[in-house]
């Protein structure tokens, strides 16, 4: 217990029994994790033939969105091999020095986890290649011509490589994986079983239409869902509620600023700054960071590719514009000459040239969707 300047005593283990219920919400096995049912059965059979053989598993990478789970699967390969875990993060390595410090200190059959793995070091990732393929490093002692190379035996482990921007990865390291999973996004379903599982551990009494609307404004992402989850529950709590409902999710979720359609307080001041003040676009990424009081990189990283996928958010050539879907879900009328609007329109041959938010090749067309 500690006490505070008023003279209250708080728990100290408070945010420990944060942390440790949302460890409890991750599935601890391949049949408890709910989705991803291709990228399961074919882990599935990975893990079997490498139990079957007597061997440690193949190497594993894992791409995806953050919030599907790539950590909760590394956590179950683990398990699944009965095998103990290691984990760090691409960021965290940024000197050869630091990945032979961890390799070497690995046991036989050891999972080794490296979060967002593609922001590694060059360096890193070179000695990454022969760990591998051979399982031994090269430390370099000295420099200049007195430098002499000391290779390391290390013993065989399972690397599980998890990335959100698989095209960063070199292809030398992607090609010596020998299995890559590609995580997708949830349906409302998915997530419902997802909730179901968390409220059962949570010991919350919620019913279908309840758990329907907390699914439904989830982003396709069990992360997001049990979060959500959580609010939801902190609200029933305090207005003493035994049982959610869906009028009593829809509540406490509009009180957290969380729309129907899973929009933020973020998202919608992007899409009412672009129709409200710029008429619906063409409007640069920096202006439009500038209008919604927020950086460049926390508009294009976190609020432009959900609302992209939503199909609410168009990215030109020219700029970002507001597409039909957005006016409709802030109840504004798009004007006659609205950038989305025009972009949809199939031109006739005596006016193909005439429209000027019309992307001139198929490669300006792929950036409208590239988030």
């Known amino acids: 217990m500690t006490q505070q300047p008023d003279g209250r005593l708080v728990a100290g283990a408070a945010e420990g029994e944060e942390r440790e219920l949302e460890t409890a919400l991750r599935p601890k ?3 408890d994790f709910v989705g991803q049912q291709r990228v399961r059965r074919q882990l599935s059979l990975v893990l079997e033939a490498a139990r079957l053989r007597g061997r440690t598993a193949d190497h594993v990478l894992m791409s995806g969105p953050p919030g599907l789970g790539k950590t909760t699967l590394a956590m179950i390969i683990a398990g699944e091999m009965n095998a103990p875990l290691r984990i760090s993060s691409g960021p965290a390595i940024q000197h050869a020095g630091d990945l032979a410090a961890i390799l070497s200190s ?3 059959g050891e999972v080794l986890f490296l979060d967002e793995i593609h922001r590694m070091s060059r360096p ?4 990454l290649y022969m760990a591998m393929e051979d399982f031994r490093v090269d430390i370099v002692v000295g420099k200049g011509a007195g430098a002499t190379s000391i290779p390391l035996e290390i013993p065989p482990f399972t690397l599980v490589g998890a990335t959100t921007r698989a095209g960063l990865l070199p292809g030398p390291l992607r090609d010596r994986f020998g299995f890559t999973g590609h995580l997708e996004f949830y349906s409302t379903e998915e997530l419902e079983l997802v909730l179901r599982r968390s409220a059962l551990l949570l010991d919350m009494k919620v019913n279908s239409a309840g758990f329907t609307q907390i699914a ?13 989850l959580r609010r939801v529950r902190d609200w029933a709590l305090v207005g003493g509620l035994e049982q959610v409902d869906s009028r009593a999710a829809s509540a406490a979720l509009e009180m957290y600023e969380v729309d129907e359609k899973g929009l933020d307080r973020l998202d ?3 899409l009412e700054a672009l129709c409200r003040k710029f008429a619906g676009g063409p409007v640069g990424l920096s202006t439009l960071a500038i209008a919604v009081g927020e950086e ?3 508009v294009e990283t976190v609020a432009e590719p959900f609302l992209v996928r939503e199909g609410l958010l ?4 020219r700029g970002r514009i507001a597409m039909p ?3 409709e879900h802030l109840g504004l009328v798009p004007p006659p000459d609205s950038p989305g609007a025009a972009f949809w329109m199939v031109p006739t041959p005596s006016d193909a040239g005439a429209d000027s938010n019309r992307p001139d090749s198929a490669d300006e067309a792929d950036t409208l969707f590239d988030p």
């Open 29 to 31: 096995n391949l049949d």
């Open 106 to 108: 690995l046991t036989e």
């Open 124 to 127: 890193a990732e070179e000695m």
């Open 216 to 228: 439904s404004r989830s982003r396709g992402t069990p992360r997001i869902a049990n979060r959500l």
């Open 268 to 270: 919608r001041s992007v």
């Open 296 to 298: 460049t990189e926390t």
């Open 314 to 317: 168009g990215r030109t050539p």
């Open 325 to 327: 879907a957005a006016w």
